[in-house]
């Protein structure tokens, strides 16, 4: 990566990064082998600043925070604000390569083997281009994918309106994948898809809208006002299995889950907050610090009060106008952060259990750390098949 990331700071500087993000030139604090940026809230107050060094050499520029925080060069800042930049991923490695390709307008920095379609991105959504297969009607391929992800026949049958199999026919290779198909709220134009395929293949479909549309499985009969929970998650995987964990506790007539693929946009929450106003929105997101921040960014737009997030090694800073909180990264949490920066209660929580990163690790009882537990839904589970056995 070394090289790659050599590449990338000749063409883009820390200054390019931090413009994009919303920072301005401080003109009146000297231009010479320094310069200063500040980022403003809504009302010209100065939230943050920063100080980059040798504006005129973009390969050699680093920065650090007036504010104390720790700094870097154009790579720090970006991972430092991996969230902002509207891309996908999953892992801040493929996001970060995605944000290079963004601002270079250069695909060569999205490497990775299993990216199928490194040599074609088109700028809009073809659905002509692939071949979409009822899942009911080939419902033992379907479950070829979930059993791999511990994810039952009950389930898989509970959301089969809302998966497909899909065949790209303009791929070099022609394989069928599960797709999550992308809609507007409302809508049932498909506008993308999360694809889901075998060696653990994970990608969205060449032009998917990823501003305005999401995953969105509806159970309320196309009747929004009656829906009284939607829940938010970063794949549609995570969404089925949080069913299949907590079903005795939902009431599935009035849910909705969402996948928004990753991180989300602001577009693509709105639209699903106005569709279904009288609900609750949940906060199901990853149990990691991007998943976390998540449901802060979600807070913070549907609260309509801007909080910049800044991510140092060990430390994130929660900067909302003259308010400022500082949180040891393990210490982050929704509530918390409402809590001291005065956000009114948009969003309710429910992630996974702290052990597991989201919810279908839960099912697979895959948790962060090599720990010798067993979910509770794991549990129950043995029990369950203990008892049919008649060995309990």
């Known amino acids: 990566m070394f090289e790659e990331y050599k590449a990338f700071k000749e063409k883009v500087g820390v200054d390019d990064v931090a413009a994009y993000l919303g920072y301005k030139l401080d003109r009146k604090a000297g231009v010479g082998k320094y310069v200063e940026y500040n980022i403003r809230d809504g009302r010209g107050r100065k939230i943050d600043s920063i100080v980059i060094s040798h504006p005129g050499d973009k390969s050699s520029q680093t920065y650090f925070h007036r504010n104390g925080a720790s700094g870097g060069d154009a790579i720090s800042l970006i991972k430092a604000n991996i969230n902002s930049f509207g891309v996908t991923g999953s892992s801040e490695a493929e996001m970060l390569a995605a944000v290079m390709s963004k601002l270079t307008s250069d695909d060569t920095f999205i490497t990775k083997a299993e990216d199928r379609y490194r040599d074609m991105k088109p700028q809009t959504f073809d ?201 040891k990264k393990e210490e982050v949490t929704l509530p918390k952060v409402r809590e001291k920066l005065g956000l009114e209660r948009h969003i309710y929580v429910w992630k996974a259990p702290k052990a597991f990163k989201d919810w279908n690790d839960v099912t697979m009882n895959k948790p962060m750390k090599d720990l010798p537990i067993k979910s509770k839904y794991q549990r129950n589970e043995n029990l369950r098949e203990k008892r049919r056995k008649g060995t309990l």
């Open 127 to 327: 659905i002509g281009r692939f071949q979409m297969e009822n899942a009911a009607e080939h419902f033992e391929a379907v479950m070829s994918f979930f059993r791999a992800r511990s994810i039952d026949e009950e389930t898989v049958r509970t959301f089969l309106p809302f998966i497909m199999r899909v065949t790209d026919t303009e791929a070099q290779y022609k394989y069928k994948d599960l797709a999550f198909p992308y809609t507007k709220p409302g809508s049932e134009k498909i506008e993308g898809f999360e694809l889901r395929g075998y060696n653990n293949f994970r990608q969205k479909a060449p032009g998917t809208n990823s501003s305005s549309a999401a995953w969105i499985a509806d159970f309320t009969k196309e009747q929004p006002d009656s829906a009284k929970n939607v829940y938010f998650f970063e794949s549609g995987y995570d969404a089925m299995a949080f069913y299949q964990v907590n079903k005795s506790r939902l009431i599935l007539e009035t849910s909705v889950f969402v996948s928004t693929g990753g991180t989300f946009s602001s577009q693509q929450i709105k639209g699903i907050t106005d569709y279904y106003p009288q609900a609750r929105y949940w906060d199901c997101f990853d149990n990691d610090i991007p998943g976390i921040l998540y449901g802060v960014r979600m807070e913070s737009q549907l609260s309509g009060q801007f909080v910049n997030i800044v991510t140092t090694d060990d430390t994130i800073i929660f900067q909302k106008g003259a308010d400022e909180l500082r949180l």
